[in-house]
């Protein structure tokens, strides 16, 4: 461990000078202030020691170097001193499961470090070590989410991703510890062809070509969200009528499931998708903001879309911050007046794809390999029901 003293040099400045404490060497003679360099927050800093001799600074900077290891595992002093090398620090343990997680998303990773920083700061003081994350720890997160209001599907998830982390730490069946929210599953609902006419037609009169083209997109190949915002030109094979999804590592985007996957296009999308190609708004995005890079606001835009095209249900309530700065108030709202309507969905446009798809007698394997499904119990649960009235003729004729 080096101690620095701060003399002037020849030209007036004062430099760090370090001071050689070597065997036979009697520095009694050096004037604090002493210093220490260390690490803290990724940077190296220097403080001042408040000794006044120089084998009190050596302790007194020893001690520090404690305190700051002690603090990046999370621990106290007297907890890292007792501490064996078997036992894993719980901040330790998180720091090296997102490092295992950074090739995914960065909204994924982000939002693994929101879950697990938040699970560290509510347990700290009780658990320090990860084979201390007991029943009672898990279920303590459960309830603090449940106080703050979480939806019982949130409270799950964030509840797997801390019994991820303990299970990469060799604690098995960790989600057996805690009892999970139930969740009352919804039956995929698909659009009704009422629904899409009313807002192809609205989107039409309004001669709003841009949007029409987005969302007969994502109705026709059944792409989710992120996988039409980093769709590109080349992803189309205008020849064979399909697109394929796939990762773009250098903009972070990698597949669901880490499968790419070929999907067929309807011969009127393809047509449409030719024309726009002849005028591309840009070279490699399908869809671009001004900025020339992937567009990002699907879904705030066709919730804007339906309100204003009159096509809410009417029914859909929530409450909304509103203001700023002091004057901040929350406010409850309906889809009368704003745009929450929640049967408009993205996802919806991917299930009645899946279900158009079902209906006109293509084999479920074909459709579950298009959606991406690892399972095809997953596939059947996501294709959702044909319409009474389409089906009428069927039913009157069994």
């Excluded at 050096?30 to 020691?49: A, D, E």
């Excluded at 343990?93 to 090739?103: G, H, M, T, V």
Aim: charged share 30%; with cysteine; net charge positive.
């Amino acid at each position: 461990m080096a101690i620095y003293t701060r003399p002037k040099n020849a030209a007036g400045h004062w430099r760090y000078q370090r001071v050689n404490t070597g065997k036979g060497r009697n520095r009694s003679d050096l004037q604090p202030p002493f210093f220490f360099r260390h690490g803290h927050n990724g940077k190296r800093v220097w403080t001042q020691l408040k000794a006044t001799a120089l084998s009190a600074a050596k302790a007194e900077a020893e001690a520090i170097e404690t305190a700051l290891e002690a603090q990046s595992k999370g621990l106290t002093v007297a907890e890292l001193a007792q501490s064996d090398l078997n036992r894993v620090p719980l901040k330790i343990a998180i720091e090296r499961f997102l490092d295992l997680k950074r090739s995914k998303t960065p909204k994924t990773v982000a939002q693994y470090a929101l879950v697990l920083n938040q699970f560290l700061g509510l347990v700290r003081g009780t658990v320090r070590f990860v084979d201390q994350v007991t029943d009672d720890a898990l279920d303590s997160y459960k309830r603090f989410l449940e106080k703050e209001g979480f939806a019982a599907r949130t409270i799950r998830n964030r509840l797997l991703i801390v019994c991820f982390l303990l299970k990469k730490n060799g604690i098995a069946n960790s989600t057996k510890l805690v009892e999970m929210p139930t969740i009352e599953e919804e039956i995929p609902e698909s659009y009704t062809r009422e629904q899409l006419d009313a807002l192809f037609e609205y989107l039409d009169r309004g001669r709003l070509e841009e949007e029409k083209q987005r969302y007969k997109f994502f109705l026709g190949s059944s792409l989710r969200e992120r996988e039409v915002m980093f769709a590109e030109w080349d992803d189309i094979d205008f020849d064979k009528g399909t697109i394929r999804d796939r990762a773009k590592r250098d903009v972070g985007f990698t597949v669901k499931n880490h499968e790419s996957r070929v999907v067929p296009l309807p011969t009127d999308l393809l047509e449409a998708l030719k024309k726009r190609y002849e005028k591309r708004p840009d070279h490699r995005w399908i869809f671009a903001n001004e900025s020339g890079k992937p567009e990002g606001h699907f879904l705030r835009k066709l919730k804007t879309i339906a309100l204003r095209a009159g096509l809410n249900c009417g029914r859909c309530r929530t409450t909304v911050t509103r203001g700023s700065y002091d004057h901040k108030r929350r406010v409850e709202v309906t889809c009368k007046t704003d745009n929450i309507c929640e049967q408009w969905k993205l996802h919806r446009f991917r299930k009645t794809r899946a279900t158009r798809w079902m209906e006109n007698g293509i084999p479920i394997r074909n459709i579950q390999k298009w959606l991406g499904h690892r399972s095809l119990e997953t596939t059947m649960v996501y294709l959702g029901l044909t319409g009474v009235d389409e089906l009428r003729p069927k039913i009157d004729a069994a």
